[in-house]
């Protein structure tokens, strides 16, 4: 039952040419252009052609995550989602459905850049850490794709977008996605440290140097998805309650 | 018991300071065909809400075959078609009905829901791309796909044509012939009447008539249609549909009608003056839900 469910909302992402062009195209193509630039310096303790990678494949995967949890708030408003509480599909599924989705969606950027970063700059990482690389980028949406719930159970559908676009692109660029955290003031470097933005990628960064993330990024992370969390859950028990 | 689908007993529901249901009592027997007759903001959304758990009753309590509403639908035994509910992009006809037929325990066969539901042709077609009417038949088959013993429809026609209408209702009455429990809401009364083995008044939130057709007309006694002739010829007046008799006084012209309202709109357009429906089904409703004659 939920596999139908899954198979069915997967279906109908895939074919969102948004969800591409956003959080794939887009960072690939910043990737290509801007990788060769701050060459010479080191990047978080890496080669800026990787650091630059990492931090792009994490702008794309938080696009992407936070794109599909506010989709929810069309669905929400089209009386998709009071359609389908009245099947015997359970709503606990439904969101599980919509969470597992979102994080999903960190997929496609992180190789696509990767794959960009491999032809344009040789970046060669060894297939572990690769693997490793995968798994925490995945892993490591669980407050964004918190957000994006949140917001799409939160938000009417008018607001949710711009809301969405906003929130993200302030997450991106002040946690250092864009343009790397060590070039920014002191004051603005102390904020993007935390930011789960930041601290999302860091988990990147170190694995793509060799090391485990430190427990104080983890712990942000951590923290974050408890405040995210906590509010998708009075946004969704709200919108429930709302019919 | 095992002949009742749907009991509300003293259903009470506020919304802030709006009393939407207002003590309502109801028994839906098993295999009837009951529409849920009211004028906007007369309880029916709410009623329909609390029967598919969607809403919870403030006051009273609720069945359905037996079981609270919730674990009635996680059963499969109830579909429901939403009011002013939307589409979503992006999926194809085949895939919506599909997904609503692997919800439930035991659907309809596709090839048959297709058909049923007047689907055939579309199901390769994008849900988000259909007009209202057929977008309106796509939650149709949805709603139909899991063979539902109760099968609750809400304002289920208001973006059909009249074409598409008449064969909705034959379905829906095929349907119900099988020993299904159809309940449909309406502010229409000549749907309700049409199409329903029994109708139930609503007005503020409390039952104000319950009967069959037959019975809630009565309630409307005599039906005539008046207006001044002004000299116009009166030979067709008899031939015009629903007319049973045709009296002339003077100038004016007195009809009596098994149906008011398709004379009245048989005479629209024809200049008549001074027009006037007494008794018409429109009147009684109003009548009815509002508690004065106008």
Redesign the interface.
Known sequence: ?MY??LR?ES??LI??PRLLLFSVLGPVVTYVIFSGWSSGDRLEGLDPAVAVMIGLAGYGAVAGVLMVGATVS??R????L??L??????ASRVVTVKALLASVSAFPPVIAVGLAARIQHDVALSAGRWAVLLTLMWAGTVPFALLGLAMGYGLTPQIAQPANFLVFLVLAVLGGLLAPAAYFPEALQRLAHALPTYRYAELGWSTAAGQAPPTAGLLILVAWSVVFGLVAAWAYRRSAGR? | MNDVAVRLSGIGRRFGAVRALDGLDLTIERGSVVALLGPNGAGKTTAVSIMLGLTSPGTGTVTVFGQTPAAAVRAGRVGAMMQDAGVVPVATVREVVELARSLYPDPLPLDRLLHTAGLTDLAGRRWDRLSGGEAQRVRFGFALAGAPELLVLDEPTTAMDVAARDLFWETVHSYAADGHTVLFSTHQLHEADRFADRIVVLAAGRLVADGSPAEIRALAGGRTVAFDRDGTPADDLAGLPGVRSVEIRGDRVVLTTDDADTTDAALAGRGFRGLEVTGSLDAAFKSLTTGKDD
């Open positions: 039952m139908a469910y069915f279906r109908r074919r969102d069309q669905e408003a089209a009386g998709w009071r359609q509480r009245v099947t015997p599909l359970p019919g």
